[in-house]
């Protein structure tokens, strides 16, 4: 995968992505393609110059229209449970591309990434943001990723979902591979991260449940 080109200074700098690096570390990331990927990856692009000096927190910030760039420890967390769960990762999608700082990450370890998103401004931008860093392999869509990718014939060796809906939705489960690996937060106001693994025959699901997380809610419809 390419290298993201960036440069930073300061509080945007590389000692202060290393200090990050190290705090994902402690708190249980172990994957180093994980790790190096976010090491590599520019946070304080995504979010509004005026927040740029606290893109290497482990916090989530807003982005506008409501929504947050992720915490890293959970984009790497996520990152690493879905890598984790499965040796073929070749195709994965994305629902809720936000201002585009995850889909950036696993478009540096997969070859082909697919990302939805029902906020077109958002959409916007972040595809403006991942053409300037000269990332390519990633096909944006504008739709209600509940129901899935829209072509209805795609499937997926992974899906990663940064919005929680109350119960995991059948299409979702629909577009999963056999053998593929579904990361999604599930929940009202407490929701637990889990995991969804078809198996290779294609009619078994398992369910693996994480810790506690805080993510927006997965709406329906486009806005
Ligand atoms: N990983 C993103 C997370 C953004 S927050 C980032 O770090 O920026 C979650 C995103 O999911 C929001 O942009 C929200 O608009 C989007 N979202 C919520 N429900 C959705 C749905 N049904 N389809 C597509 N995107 C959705």
Redesign the pocket.
């Known amino acids: 995968m390419d290298n993201l080109q960036f440069q930073g200074v300061g509080m945007t700098s590389k000692r202060t992505r290393d200090r990050l690096i190290e705090r994902l570390h402690e708190s249980g990331v172990t994957n180093q393609s994980v790790l190096d990927v976010v090491a590599n990856t520019p946070r304080h692009l ?1 979010v509004d110059e005026a927040l740029a000096h606290r893109a290497y927190e482990d916090t989530a910030l807003p ?1 506008g ?1 409501g ?4 915490q890293p420890y959970i ?1 790497a967390r996520m990152t690493e449970l879905l890598i984790a769960a499965t040796s073929r990762l070749t195709r994965v999608l994305e ?8 889909t950036a990450v696993l478009a540096q370890l997969v070859p082909e990434v697919f990302s ?4 077109k401004p ?1 959409q916007d931008k972040a595809k403006t943001r991942l053409k300037k860093l000269g990332v390519k392999n990633v096909r944006f869509t504008y ?4 129901l899935g990718w829209p072509d209805d014939v795609t499937q997926f060796d992974g899906i990663l979902s ?2 929680a809906p109350r119960s995991v939705p059948e299409s979702l489960l629909a577009q999963l591979a056999p053998g593929g690996v579904l990361v999604i937060p599930v929940g009202g106001d407490t929701q637990v991260l889990t995991v969804v693994i078809r198996d290779e025959e294609g009619d078994a699901f398992t369910r693996h449940e994480y810790e506690s997380v805080k ?6 419809g486009r806005q």
Not at 95 to 102: A, E, L, S, V
Request: some cysteine; proline content about 3%.
């Open positions: 995504f982005i229209h929504q947050t760039i992720s984009v629902i809720g591309t936000g201002c585009g700082y995850q939805v998103e029902r906020i958002l739709a209600d990723g509940s940064a919005a993510f927006v809610p997965m709406l329906s």
